[in-house]
């Protein structure tokens, strides 16, 4: 965690509309689905410690979820996992990962917050890109704590099922020792096979063992 403070975040983007922010975790990874959440915050809600996941510890990550979930009119996870990866490409699954979750919020919003410069819309709502909107709006940093908790916690639990290759920590992205074990014990069933896996080495792209 960066202990420096943070300016609080926006609380919505119009005033007066249900809006609902959108973010998503994992598409640098190696190995796994990508997650995306969406979350519809009360009007006028404010929690001083909502920030972009990437700019809290993993402790702070984990109470915060348990504050979003408590107090969100509506919230939804839902991932696309690595085969669908490879068969489209990360960007359009992260999209489609964030359009299910839009699809589950019990709660219709008015309005889309998307993290990002672009987005491709499988519902009639509207919408709006927002550059680092994690970092600028709470509803978004809300997703994307959701997005990213979920994430970890499906990579943890899969780390007792191939634990040469570190899950519980590095969660799939592209660290050292996840490319040495790669090196050592080949692919697994969740690598992301149209991602580059090879550091140095070409590898059996047909093995799964782990």
């Known amino acids: 965690m960066k202990d420096k403070e943070h300016t609080i975040l926006k609380t919505h983007y119009l005033a007066g509309q249900i809006e609902a922010g959108c973010d998503e975790a994992g598409r640098?990874?190696?190995?796994?689905?990508?997650?995306?959440?969406?979350?519809?915050?009360?009007?006028?809600?404010s929690n001083p410690l909502l920030n972009d996941s990437k700019q809290l510890s993993?402790?702070?990550r984990y109470q915060l979820r348990d504050e979003i979930v408590r107090d969100a009119l509506a919230w939804a996870v839902a991932a696309v996992d690595n085969e669908e990866i490879d068969r489209t490409n990360i960007l359009r699954a992260s999209?489609?990962?964030?359009?299910?979750a839009v699809k589950?919020?019990?709660v219709q919003p008015e309005m889309l917050l998307i993290d990002?410069?672009?987005?491709?819309?499988?519902?009639?709502l509207p919408y709006v890109c927002i550059v680092k909107g994690d970092g600028q709006y709470q509803s978004i940093a809300a997703a994307s704590i959701?997005?990213?908790?979920?994430?970890d916690d499906y990579m943890k639990a899969q780390n007792a099922l191939y634990p040469h290759y570190g899950w519980d920590n590095n969660k799939g992205y592209p660290t050292k020792a996840h490319y040495d074990a790669i090196e050592r014990y080949?692919?697994?069933?969740?690598?992301?096979r149209s991602y580059r896996l090879e550091r140095q080495m070409e590898l059996d792209f047909g093995s799964e063992e782990a």
């Not at 689905?33 to 915050?41: C, G, I, Q, R, T």
């Not at 999209?95 to 299910?100: R, S």
């Open 104 to 106: 589950q919020l019990t």
């Open 58 to 60: 993993e402790q702070q």
């Open 116 to 124: 990002g410069n672009r987005f491709y819309n499988e519902t009639s």
């Open 186 to 192: 080949g692919i697994t069933p969740l690598h992301r």
């Open 28 to 45: 640098g990874c190696l190995a796994g689905p990508v997650y995306a959440a969406a979350v519809v915050l009360p009007e006028g809600y």
């Open 146 to 151: 959701l997005a990213k908790t979920g994430r």
């Open 95 to 100: 999209f489609h990962a964030m359009n299910m």
